[in-house]
């Protein structure tokens, strides 16, 4: 078994591989979990993370409202599937308000580095980019300088520092619905000044590996495991009725992850099930967390579904491994 680097999550929500499937994931038999309209101002409820907190869970969730204005909320589980979704956004803390100030606010990452939760989301300043914050209990934010310049889009930290460095995945971009994208790597000494960046995968031209040939950009935080790290990524491939988000994924190395050591030329998930064609924005599955055990080496997959409702999914190390090794991208 491939081992997967970090904490045992016993309790973790799983769901055996369906008899007779022979894809690598497959998706909750309830679906989705959380609907549009779990808070009484939201819209849709989707692109959201979670992490283990406390005997429970913790996430902070991308709830586009009524007005169909952009923000993130905090919420809180027992069992990583029923949410408590807090009524009112998050309010950061900070010291410069011209970087607290809110524009739009969507599509957060959470990890766990060190001694503190660190968020990530596309924050709007001028334009996309990445805004940075921390917290301890999900209760109190503190906000950090934004990580970029505008236009970029998908922060994902690693979940500890490499090589004495913090490092983050991002997609530069544009400043409307960007029709390009590939994924770099930044490194920080101290999570606010960013630099030594490294281009790591781009999109694939042609027809070989179609899902993936007008944009990428990172999904879920990295996962450790002994063979390197499991990156689960998006891609888009646009067709004669719109765009369509796909997922795969890679492995990148452990002490140089810029360097990709195996990625799947076939998708692990695409927008099959009427809840993930039909929405706000129809076909897509968009990953922005995992839960990972590394006792079982079990994977759940928290995705949105079509901009407007979150899914889960599950998987195993071993199954996107051995899925990479069948179906290398040449």
């Not at 101002?41 to 952009?70: E, H, K, Q, T, W």
């Not at 090589?163 to 619905?177: A, E, F, Q």
Request: charged letters at 20%.
């Amino acid at each position: 078994m491939n081992k997967i680097i970090g904490k045992s999550l016993p309790g973790m929500p799983w769901q055996d591989r369906p008899q007779g499937c022979d894809k690598p994931v497959w998706r909750y038999s309830e679906n989705p979990i959380i609907g549009r309209h779990d808070i009484p101002i939201a819209n849709s409820i989707f692109n959201s993370a979670v992490v283990p907190f406390g005997d429970g869970y913790a996430g902070v969730f991308r709830c586009d409202s009524l007005s169909v204005s952009m923000d993130i909320f905090a919420g809180f589980s027992k069992d990583a599937i029923h949410w408590n979704i807090n009524h009112e956004p998050i309010t950061f803390i900070g010291e410069d308000p011209e970087v607290t100030k809110r524009e739009y606010r969507y599509d957060p990452r959470v990890t766990w580095i060190e001694d503190r939760y660190y968020i990530t989301w596309c924050n709007g300043y001028h334009g996309p980019t990445i805004g940075v914050a921390y917290t301890f209990d999900f209760r109190k934010f503190y906000q950090l300088e934004n990580a970029f310049l505008p236009y970029n889009r998908n922060g994902v930290l690693f979940p500890r520092k490499i090589n004495g460095k913090y490092m983050m995945l991002s997609r530069p971009s544009d400043t409307g619905h960007t029709p390009f994208g590939d994924i770099y790597l930044s490194q920080s000494p101290d999570m606010e000044f960013w630099g030594h960046h490294r281009f790591v995968m781009g999109t694939i031209p042609g027809d070989l590996s179609a899902w993936q040939s007008m944009k990428i950009g990172p999904g879920p935080c990295p996962i450790e495991t002994e063979e390197g790290w499991l990156l689960i990524y998006h891609g888009v491939l646009r067709t004669c009725s719109g765009y369509v988000y796909r997922m795969g994924c890679a492995l990148l190395d452990l002490d140089e992850p810029w360097k990709v050591k195996l990625r799947s030329r076939m998708y692990i998930l695409a927008p099959e099930m009427l809840y993930e064609q039909t929405g706000d924005v129809p076909n897509v599955v968009f990953p922005c967390a995992s839960l990972a055990d590394a006792e079982t080496g079990r994977i759940a997959i928290y995705y949105g579904c079509a901009d407007t409702v979150t899914g889960l999914a599950f998987t195993s190390v071993d199954l996107l491994m051995d899925w990479m090794k069948k179906y290398p991208l040449a």
